[in-house]
Nanobody, 127 residues
Framework: QVQLVESGGGSVQAGGSLRLSCEAS????????MGWFRQAPGKEREGVAT????????YYADSVKGRFTISLDNAKRTLYLQMNSLKPDDTAMYYC????????????????????WGQGTQVTVSS
């Protein structure tokens, strides 16, 4: 079992920055892969950035490449998402997710890869 607790959301103006944190606990193998997802009202949940410990690769949605950075501090068991140059379109509830390694992946940003989810933290970007 894995528990995930997000923090760091808030309201900022366009062009601003926020850093989201996700503290993880529980089985290390079960959270080998981790990621950030977001869901805006009336839209499907989408992958923002993911990190796979085997082989240690990161993946980003095209809409956030160059602006967001995902990182993992294993000592602190904390996943981060540094968000810079925020846009109103980034407004959403952001969720941290984790899951065990799989034998194959069709989409490394798919929510279906992950089975543990946090409660979410709201990010609001005003123009």
């Amino acid at each position: 079992q894995v528990q995930l607790v997000e923090s760091g959301g808030g309201s900022v103006q366009a062009g601003g920055s926020l850093r989201l944190s996700c503290e993880a606990s529980g089985n290390t193998y079960a959270r080998a892969n981790m990621g950030w997802f977001r869901q805006a009202p009336g839209k499907e949940r989408e992958g923002v950035a993911t990190i796979y410990t085997l082989p240690g690769s990161t993946y980003y949605a095209d809409s956030v490449k160059g602006r967001f950075t995902i990182s993992l501090d294993n000592a602190k068991r904390t996943l981060y998402l540094q968000m810079n140059s925020l846009k109103p379109d980034d407004t959403a509830m952001y969720y941290c997710a984790a899951g065990p390694p799989l034998t194959s992946y069709s989409d490394r940003l798919s929510p279906t890869v992950f089975i543990y989810w946090g409660q979410g933290t709201q990010v609001t970007v005003s123009s």
